[in-house]
């Protein structure tokens, strides 16, 4: 079988699609790509299906070896890409030859990188999809949840002859920064949290916790009032900030778990949740107020650009 | 948990009001919306922990399911609340509030949940459970404590425990992980002050008005009372021999028990459980 051998999985790689759509009734968590966006346009750069499977770089530290010759597409966060050692810029497709390595290392910007092969990796389907859920021991390289370590084989196509190279025009470039603003659309239990309570989230500067994972991400800084009550635990949607007793808001992302209680003030809108995958721990983060229409409608050209 | 009703009355109908207060119907919830996100509504019925409430969601999903696939992509049941995942370039959220509040209004309020009537919307699922003696030595074995802070005896928590049947509130925390209630007051414990970061699979544990299994080994801070090997999740779609044909296709029969099913615990004894404890774990090994 053709693809690539992983020489080093580094920090946290992981195969992911658009999602395990459909199971959140029984307690299947979705998965998917953090920065959706990125992954989004590594596919386009390849003509690939948007739900193509992708490996989602954490910080770098991945190194494969091909077996296999085939179109590569790098984006997100510049992790110091290089190609048989040769600094290898992001944001492009390109040829890879059989034997030829491609090595992420450390952060230059960002801190998550996407990379797809013409096709998408061909690792079996669970439920339906690749993504790599690890608290669910559900999909990935070998089924059951786990990331890319050394040995590991990611099957893929093999093409006859190379493709012409592309860019994504500069002007698509995502902004990449560590000082964030994330539009809030207020929902699920806004009316139960305080007028004061709200005033803290607008004025004041979060920081991205280095306990932030997959599941969330944890923000620290003025405590936020909580309801004096308790609910019963609800679905809970991607982007959602929960307010749990110590004030410190967290906000619900890709792995998050399908149900909680926790008391929340809305949702963050998914663009932001992307641009919110970039930042390492330490980012700064502020919040602000949106509508739901004006969500949709940012929504709605997002996935119409990307054929999602 | 929060046990006042929440339970929005008003409809702004005077023939939905009298219905409302039909004998028959004393407490059938109306729901009410909130925006979770740019393409989720959660639809509320109140704060509280109802047994007739399962089965009247489980009921309000399957319509939903049916009859709005064009626009609806996915819905996740809990205690009082249907989390509705929609698709926001097919529809406008207002005129799908309208069409899920119609469904809610065309469903029926069966609030005979114990009944063992078979046409009733969920079955009954016998689950084996090994209570652990309070010096079993086993890591998460709380029993003894159990006893300790409800002032019962061994034999007196188990009897509570395995005394009534449970309905599966909703599924979640982990695939198969079944929320089921309501658990008796006498037996009713705070979580652990300090969670446990891993519980075996299998754990059977109780916290506040719950009690649940752990389907797979995950950190936890329920108390944990016994074993059982039952199988709540698997992956190809034979869990505990489940083959049947009525759930639908994307359900595809991984978990045997579903939201507004109900669970009856069946103690077995300590050789009985040995047994199936090695079983389950070898079973585990292949799968994991």
Redo the contacts between chains.
């Keep these: 079988m053709t693809g690539f051998r992983v020489i080093k999985g580094g920090i946290l790689s992981l195969v992911q699609d658009t999602g395990r759509?459909?199971?959140?009734?029984?307690?299947?968590t979705r998965g998917g790509p953090l920065d959706a966006k990125s992954a989004s346009w590594a596919n386009r750069l390849l003509d690939n299906d948007p739900d193509a499977a992708v490996i989602e770089i954490t910080a770098g530290g991945l190194e494969l070896e091909s077996r296999t010759q085939i179109m590569v597409a790098v984006t997100g966060g510049d992790l110091n890409l290089t190609l048989n050692g040769e600094p290898q810029p992001p944001w492009r497709s390109f040829w890879v030859r059989q034997g030829d390595r491609l090595k992420f290392a450390t952060p230059r910007y960002g801190f998550r990188a996407y990379l797809a092969v013409s096709g998408g990796f061909q690792t079996t389907p669970?439920?339906g999809s690749r993504a790599t859920v690890q608290?669910?021991?559900?999909g990935g390289v070998d089924g059951?949840g786990s990331a890319l370590k050394a040995g590991d084989e990611l099957p893929c196509g093999h093409l006859q002859e190379e493709t012409l190279s592309r860019e994504i025009p500069m002007q698509y470039l995502p902004e990449i920064s560590q000082d964030l603003v994330l539009h809030l659309?207020?929902?699920?239990?806004?009316h139960e949290f305080s007028k004061e309570a709200w005033q803290t989230l607008w004025h004041n500067e979060y920081t991205l916790s280095q306990n932030s994972n997959r599941m969330g991400a944890r923000l620290e800084g003025m405590e936020i009032a909580t309801p004096n009550?308790?609910?019963?635990?609800?679905?809970?949607?991607?982007?959602?900030v929960q307010v749990p007793a110590n004030g410190q808001p967290i906000i619900m992302l890709e792995d998050r778990?399908?149900?909680g209680g926790y008391p929340k003030l809305?949702?963050i809108?998914?663009l932001d949740g992307f641009r919110l995958a970039q930042c390492m721990p330490g980012a700064k983060i502020r919040f602000k107020p949106m509508s739901?229409a004006e969500?949709?409608q940012q929504?709605?050209r997002y996935?119409?650009f990307f054929g999602l | 948990m929060n046990k006042k009703a929440k339970v929005s009355e008003h409809s702004g109908n005077a023939e939905n009001v009298r219905d409302t207060s039909r004998v028959e119907t004393p407490k059938r919830p109306q729901p009410t919306f909130v925006n979770a996100g740019v393409d989720a509504l959660l639809m509320q019925f109140g704060q509280e922990l109802d047994p007739c409430m399962p089965g009247f969601l489980a009921s309000i999903r399957a319509a939903i399911i049916a009859e709005l696939s064009d626009v609806v992509y996915e819905v996740v049941p809990s205690y009082a609340s249907l989390l509705v995942y929609y698709e926001p370039r097919a529809v406008r959220t207002y005129d799908l509030e309208q069409a899920l509040e119609t469904i809610a209004e065309q469903t029926p309020w069966l609030c005979s949940p114990w009944s063992a009537d078979a046409e009733a919307p969920g079955k009954l699922v016998e689950v084996p459970i090994y209570y652990y003696q309070p010096d079993d030595a086993i890591e998460e074995n709380d029993m003894a404590r159990v006893c300790e802070q409800s002032g019962l005896s061994f034999d007196e928590v188990v009897a509570i425990h395995s005394g009534r049947d449970y309905q599966v509130y909703a599924l979640g925390f982990a695939p198969g992980f079944a929320y089921l209630g309501a658990l008796d007051e006498r037996i009713q414990l705070p979580r652990l002050a300090n969670p446990r970061k891993n519980i075996a699979a299998g754990s059977v544990g109780i916290a506040e008005g719950q009690t649940a299994v752990y389907p797979q080994e995950s950190p936890g801070g329920w108390n944990i009372l016994g074993f059982s090997p039952f199988v709540w999740f698997d992956v190809n779609g034979h869990a505990n021999g489940n083959v049947d044909k009525n759930t639908p296709a994307q359900q595809a029969a991984l978990t045997p028990v579903q939201v507004g099913d109900r669970i009856r615990f069946k103690p077995m004894s300590k050789s009985a459980y040995e047994q199936a404890k090695a079983k389950f774990f070898a079973q585990q090994g292949d799968s994991t």
């Design positions: 759509l459909r199971y959140q009734h029984l307690g299947v669970i439920l608290r669910d021991h559900l059951k659309i207020p929902g699920y239990q806004q009550k308790t609910f019963l635990s609800e679905g809970v949607s991607y982007g959602a778990q399908t149900l809305g949702n809108l998914p739901l969500g949709q929504m709605r996935l119409r």
